[in-house]
C-alpha cells in the first residue's frame, strides 16, 4: 500500500513527540524497518489516544469502533490505519492483534481494578504483547516460533509501565494493581494513601519489577530471529525500559514520582548491552523452545495459537 510523504512525516512526528525510547531505538534499524517500525507506532498510538483524549466516553467507544471497522476494510481510510495495514498486510497474526490491541485500550474505558497477576497479565497481552506481535512483522519475521517472546518482551515492558505509573493512573482512576497484591484499594486512596496502604503499594510495585524479569529475559531470547540490524534496536530499546524498574523501586514511597531513564543514560545501557550481549551464543542461536509457563495467563486467546508449537 502506497502511503503519500506527508503521512510518514506525521507518523515520525508522533514517534518523536510521544515515544522516547523507540526513538532512540530506531536509530538503530535500516531504512525500511524504521519506517515500518514508525508507522506501526503512529498507529498504535492512535489507538491508545482515541480512548485517552476523548471528550466522553461514548465518543471514545465510537472512534474505536470506527478504527475497529477500517482496519477490516480493503482501502482503509484513516491515515494511521493505511499505516498498519501497509506494514501488517493481511497476516492473520497481525490482524488478530490490532483487534486485540483495540479490545485492551477499550477495556480502560470499563472500570479498571484487576483482581488478580493472571488478569493482569492477560491485560499486557493486550495493549503491549500484541505490540510485540505486530513489531515482528514489521520486521519482516513471520516465523511463529519469534511471536511468543515477542508478546513477552512486551508484557515485560507493560508491567515496567504499571510499576511506574501507579500514582499517575490513580489520578485516570484506574487501579492496575491486582487485589491480590494490594487488596480492593480505590483509586482515590491510592493517590492519598494512608501508611499500611502506602507499604502494600511499594511491595506491588517490587513485585510487579521483578514479575517483569523473566518476561524481559524471554524477549532478549527471541532477538535471535530478527535481521541483524533490528536486533540491536530492540535490544537498546529493552534494556532502557527495562532500567525503568529498579529507578521506580528506588524511589520507595514516593510513589507521585516518576521514575525516567535520560538520554545519556539510554546511550550507556544501549551501549554497554552491545558490547555484551552478542557474546552470548543466544544473540545468534535460536532457544529450543519458548517457556510456555509465561503464557499460562494466555491459554484461551485465539491469537497463541499461532505459537502453541513453540511451546515446550
Not at 523507540?22 to 489516544?49: E, I
Not at 477500517?70 to 506494514?87: C, F, H, N, S, Y
Not at 552470548?280 to 532457544?287: A, D, E, V
Request: proline letters at 4%; glycine letters at 8%; a negative charge.
Amino acid at each position: 500500500m502506497h502511503l503519500a510523504e506527508e503521512e510518514l512525516a506525521a507518523a515520525d512526528a508522533v514517534l518523536k513527540a510521544h515515544g522516547r525510547t523507540f526513538h532512540w531505538a530506531r536509530r538503530f534499524l535500516g531504512q525500511r524497518h524504521a519506517v515500518r517500525a514508525t508507522l506501526l507506532y503512529s498507529f498504535c498510538r492512535f489507538v491508545d489516544d482515541a480512548a485517552d483524549e476523548a471528550s466522553s466516553e461514548d465518543e471514545a467507544r465510537a472512534t474505536l469502533a470506527a478504527i475497529r471497522e477500517d482496519l477490516q476494510r480493503e482501502r482503509p481510510t484513516l491515515a494511521e490505519v493505511r499505516g498498519a495495514r501497509a506494514v501488517l498486510g493481511t497476516h492473520p497474526v497481525g490482524r488478530q492483534a490490532a483487534l486485540d490491541l483495540l479490545a485492551g485500550v477499550e477495556s480502560d474505558l470499563d472500570e479498571v481494578a484487576f483482581a488478580t497477576v493472571e488478569d493482569l497479565i492477560q491485560y499486557a497481552y493486550r495493549v503491549a504483547g500484541t505490540v510485540g506481535l505486530m513489531m515482528c512483522l514489521a520486521l519482516d519475521q513471520d516465523d511463529p516460533a519469534a511471536f511468543p517472546h515477542a508478546v513477552d518482551l512486551g508484557i515485560a515492558m507493560q508491567l515496567t509501565n504499571i510499576a511506574r505509573d501507579i500514582h499517575e493512573d490513580a489520578t485516570l482512576g484506574r487501579r492496575y494493581l491486582p487485589a491480590e497484591l494490594v487488596g480492593d484499594l480505590a483509586p482515590a486512596r491510592i493517590r492519598q494513601p494512608g501508611a499500611e496502604e502506602r507499604a502494600r503499594l511499594v511491595a506491588a510495585r517490587e513485585a510487579l519489577v521483578a514479575a517483569a524479569e523473566p518476561y524481559y529475559q524471554s524477549g532478549e531470547r527471541g532477538l535471535c530471529y530478527l535481521p541483524l540490524g533490528a536486533r540491536f534496536a530492540i535490544l537498546a530499546a529493552s534494556r532502557s525500559y527495562r532500567a525503568i524498574g529498579p529507578r521506580a523501586v528506588a524511589l520507595g514511597e514516593r510513589l507521585d514520582v516518576r521514575a525516567r531513564v535520560g538520554g545519556l543514560s539510554k546511550a550507556g545501557i544501549s551501549l554497554g548491552a552491545f558490547a555484551s550481549r552478542p557474546l552470548s551464543p543466544g544473540f545468534w542461536r535460536r532457544p529450543r523452545a519458548h517457556d510456555a509457563s509465561l503464557h499460562g495467563a494466555l491459554a484461551d486467546l485465539e491469537v497463541t495459537s499461532a505459537w502453541g508449537a513453540g511451546h515446550a
